[in-house]
């Protein structure tokens, strides 16, 4: 088996010398560009299968790094950045212009504790080897829901909701930021059901993500890190480092976080949100949607969802960076409906209104 080509660039010698200790170690075949013109004239002539790329470069950082790469040849990239709110909205960026994850630096701009998040990096870089990078442009995207956009379909057997709201309840992992960018604010301010996104990520990642969401959505979008009342008009995002459950006050539904479950393996959990939710709330007043990543958290739980007479939408492999998670789900026949990303907002709002 041929081993997987991974391109490092990194303009500290030291940090290359790092990473590609671990990734050779792993079997990989590893290649090193100390800039981002390096990593250019590399991914053209040796065609790397995967790029780990730095965020914070001098002259050509991260960003314009991986601007190029999309442009002169898309390539899986993997960012590994500085686990600080700079670091997290320039990853955020790196995200929307293509990148398909993300690995958080445990040191700052130069770790010498790589081996921390050493598993999740071989596991991210091997996963990013089989995605399918996104560098579409905002007009690019616009053309193309423009050209591909169809009248919601009516699934022929799924229930419609009963009066009065239900929730909506995303999961996603690797490729989300991207995705969720180009469903929500495809919602409308009138949306009528509050929405609970679960997109696995470290604490200060979620609330800059949840910050830059905010200026792309018509829709509130609230961090969850204290007991919400659930309201209608808001989009409620799972706070890295806590798993984000419905409950009951006085009466009244509410959002909060709790500390991660050590019986789920994924974090913020997909599983417990939608478990909590059905306990709460009626199934046919319940939407699962499983977006693009890797794993199965949320198959099972959104599967028992259909069962009950909930709906559910997997995306469609023709979109998703990685097809795993809406996979799962559709493989354990809980997938209402199949669509690609680009179809789910249309879709939603036929359900709910």
């Known amino acids: 088996m041929t081993p997987i080509k991974v391109l490092v660039v990194d303009d500290s010698a030291l940090m290359r010398k790092h990473l590609c200790v671990l990734l050779q170690g792993a079997g990989f075949q590893v290649e090193i560009a100390r800039n981002g013109q390096e ?3 590399q991914v053209l002539s040796w065609q790397p299968d995967v790029v780990t790329l730095d965020v914070n470069m001098p002259e050509i950082d991260g960003l314009t790094a991986l601007s190029l790469i999309m442009a002169a040849r898309p ?17 955020l960026e790196a995200l929307a212009l293509g990148a398909v994850d993300y690995v958080p630096k445990p040191g700052g701009t130069i770790s010498l504790s790589m081996e921390v998040v050493a598993e999740e990096l071989l596991s991210k870089v091997k996963a990013a080897a089989k995605a399918r990078p996104r ?84 829709l509130q979008v609230k ?3 204290k007991v919400e009342e659930i309201e209608t008009g808001v989009i409620y995002l799972a706070r890295g480092g806590t798993d984000m459950v419905v409950g009951e006050r006085i ?8 500390p991660e479950s050590p019986n789920h393996l994924w974090h913020p959990s997909v599983d417990l949100l939608v478990e909590s939710a059905m306990t709460h709330v009626p199934a046919q007043r319940l939407i699962g949607v499983q977006l693009t990543g890797m794993g199965y958290d949320g198959a099972k739980s959104m599967a028992e969802l259909k ?7 997997a995306e469609a492999e023709e979109t998703a960076v990685v097809f795993g998670m809406p996979k799962e789900l559709i493989e354990r026949s809980g997938a209402t409906l199949v669509l690609p990303s680009y179809k789910i907002a249309p879709q939603l709002v036929h359900w709910v209104n």
């Open 307 to 313: 069962g009950k007479g909930g709906r559910t939408i």
């Open 39 to 41: 990593a250019v004239e």
């Open 223 to 225: 961090e969850v890190s």
């Open 135 to 218: 560098p579409a442009t905002k007009g690019q995207l616009a053309e193309r829901r423009g050209r591909d956009r169809v009248p919601a379909m009516k699934a022929k057997s799924a229930p419609r909701a009963r009066d009065g709201a239900g929730l909506v309840l995303i999961g996603v992992s690797t490729g989300g930021p991207r995705t969720l960018e180009e469903i929500l604010p495809e919602l409308p301010a009138d949306f009528p059901w509050p929405l609970l996104v679960v997109q696995h990520m470290p604490p200060n990642f979620t609330s800059a993500f949840a910050a830059r969401l905010s200026k792309l959505c018509t």
């Open 75 to 91: 390539t899986p990239v993997v960012m590994v950045s500085s686990l600080t709110t700079k670091g997290a909205m320039a990853t």
């Open 251 to 258: 009466g009244k539904l509410v959002v909060m976080p709790r």
